[in-house]
């Protein structure tokens, strides 16, 4: 059974201090990993696809990267309006239909 | 303007109701689907469809149903079958089954009285 176990649940930080989201995951052949942000009350927003280990992508002050087993999600110098929950979620090989979600980490950025 | 559109925002439904939750795309996909988030867990996929007239159930079918009458529209009905249906419901779409980014629509909050 595929699985996703993100870290940490929460997290507070301060305006210009940069942290790493995490992302473990068990799936039975990795099609791809993929990152969304959601803000309350709306839908998840798409950020980035990663396919296979060593990959890595960057948005702004969001970077995305993937290793065999987990990825992370860097935010640098994060700013109050990155403030938002962030979801990763995995499609395994053998089942296309499907993405297997994390329960998210609830990100703050404080002024 | 292309996107995922659906109706309505919130949704309030007396016990024994049935309802039904809109889901409109004009993003040309193919395919559709339906999931439930609820407080503090991921994201649970109902049902999905890869073509018109075609729909396959997800993780937690039970008490929903759906149509695909139109490439455009999945509308997802809530039965009174639907023991705890009090959640936030997100339809997504993507350019087919097999292809990998869904995009979301901004859901709809249902809240059973």
């Known amino acids: 059974e595929d699985q996703v176990t993100q870290s940490p649940e929460a997290l507070r930080l301060q305006e210009g201090e940069s942290s790493s989201l995490n992302c473990s995951y068990t799936v039975s052949g990795l099609r791809g990993l993929f990152w969304y942000r959601q803000d309350p009350g709306k839908g998840p927003e798409f950020l980035f696809t990663l396919y296979s280990a060593g990959e890595e992508k960057e948005k702004e002050r969001l970077k995305a990267t993937l290793t065999k087993k987990e990825s992370f999600l860097h935010i640098t110098a994060p700013k109050p309006e990155d403030s938002a929950t962030y979801l990763c979620?995995?499609?395994?090989?053998?089942?296309?239909?499907?993405?297997?979600f994390g329960s998210g980490t609830q990100l703050t950025v404080l002024p | 303007d292309g996107g995922i559109t659906q109706s309505p925002k919130y949704l309030f439904r007396k016990e024994g109701q049935n309802v039904t939750l809109s889901c409109e795309q004009n993003l040309n996909h193919d395919a559709m689907y339906w999931y439930r988030q609820d407080p503090g867990q991921g994201l649970r996929l109902i049902y999905y469809?890869?073509?018109?007239?075609?729909?396959q159930k997800g993780d937690i079918a039970e008490g929903y149903s759906v149509s695909r009458e139109k490439k455009e529209s999945f509308p997802l009905t809530v039965t009174s079958a639907q023991k705890n249906p009090t959640a936030f419901y997100l339809c997504a779409s993507s350019i087919r089954v097999s292809y990998n980014e869904q995009f979301f629509g901004p859901g709809t909050r249902l809240t059973v009285l």
């Open positions: 979620a995995v499609q395994a090989g053998g089942s296309a239909r499907q993405l297997t």
């Open positions: 469809s890869q073509i018109v007239n075609d729909f």
